[in-house]
């Protein structure tokens, strides 16, 4: 890998992480539109950091203001009609987003999941994962932050998983564990292409004379199988953590959940100073 293709595959690799482990909140929200606006939020911050220093040359202290200027434009663009030239945040638009969010909170409070996905929900899942990329997209780019990328990404299955009064899919952990195993993979790749160690196995020599089909099948096999070995140790550990988590969580019942944050508003059924699901959710899982 060299340090130009570096300089791409990492973040996008980050970016598609952080998106993959976007899928988490099946469990919380009805249907799949809201990953398309994901998907958005994260792309402009991935983009807006390769173009800051690939062709601004700017550092990361100055490219994550500069991401987050991008994604409150983008988010202003998308749910705010009271923008500067549309895309602009002004008094008025930034009043807009966060009567928005106030909103979602709202129906947070009321809503037992899965609730419908509303416009509301919508931005404020988009600007969620879009700081969440803005978090990763650095780290990655660091070299020696692809753990901390996993704490980051890990994150974003608490709220789910605190709010869920059911077990959160299978397919969405295992979804979230692969996008984390290919960063991980990627950026061992970059730290050895930078340290100069072969990413890629020697070229065998020619063979005296041509052999049949399956012997060239045979090596091609084993030399992809040694490049790939460096490579895929950095993943493995994290590859087989995933399987025995899936593989234990088939075999146990979800336990259940409080279901409720601190710091929100307040209810009629809730606690004063709290936000989440009905308190009978959180009876139902104490009883199970």
């Known amino acids: 890998m060299t340090a130009r293709g570096s300089a791409y595959l990492v973040p996008v690799t980050a970016g598609l992480a952080v998106t993959m482990s976007s899928t988490a909140l099946s469990g919380v929200l009805r249907g799949l539109y809201w990953l398309w606006f994901v998907v958005l939020s994260v792309a402009v911050v991935v983009a807006i950091g390769l173009l800051s220093r690939r062709w601004a040359r700017l550092s990361w202290p ?3 203001p500069v991401q987050l200027a991008a994604l409150v434009a983008l988010l202003t663009g998308l749910f705010s009609r009271q923008g500067i030239l549309r895309v602009i945040p002004g008094p008025a638009a930034l009043t807009e987003l966060s009567d928005e969010l106030a909103v979602a909170v709202h129906q947070i409070e009321s809503g037992i999941p899965p609730v419908p996905t509303t416009g509301a929900l919508v931005l404020l899942v988009s600007l969620g994962f879009g700081l969440v990329a803005v978090l990763v997209d650095p780290l990655a780019m660091a070299g020696h932050g692809a ?5 980051v990404l890990l994150g974003a299955y608490t ?7 059911k077990q959160l899919p299978s397919w969405t952990l295992a979804v979230g564990a692969t996008g984390y195993v290919l960063l991980l993979m990627v950026v061992q790749r970059e730290r050895q292409a930078r340290r100069g160690i072969p990413t890629r196995p020697a070229p065998a020599p020619a063979p005296s004379r041509p052999r049949a089909w399956p012997a060239r099948l045979l090596s091609g096999v084993r030399s992809h199988l ?3 070995a460096g490579t895929s140790l950095a993943g493995m550990p994290t590859a087989i953590a995933v399987l025995v988590a899936l593989g234990l969580s088939s075999m146990f019942t979800v336990v259940g959940t409080g279901g409720r944050f601190p710091g929100g ?22 009883l199970e």
Not at 147 to 151: D, K, S
Not at 159 to 165: D, F, K, M
Not at 265 to 286: A, T
Request: with cysteine; charged share 10%; hydrophobic share 40%.
């Open 62 to 64: 100055t490219v994550v």
């Open 159 to 165: 709220v789910p998983t605190a709010l869920s009064p």
């Open 147 to 151: 753990a901390v990328c996993g704490l």
């Open 226 to 228: 040694r490049g790939a």
């Open 265 to 286: 508003h307040g209810d009629p059924v809730g606690s004063p100073g709290e936000f989440g699901l009905n308190p009978f959710i959180s009876l139902r899982g104490q």
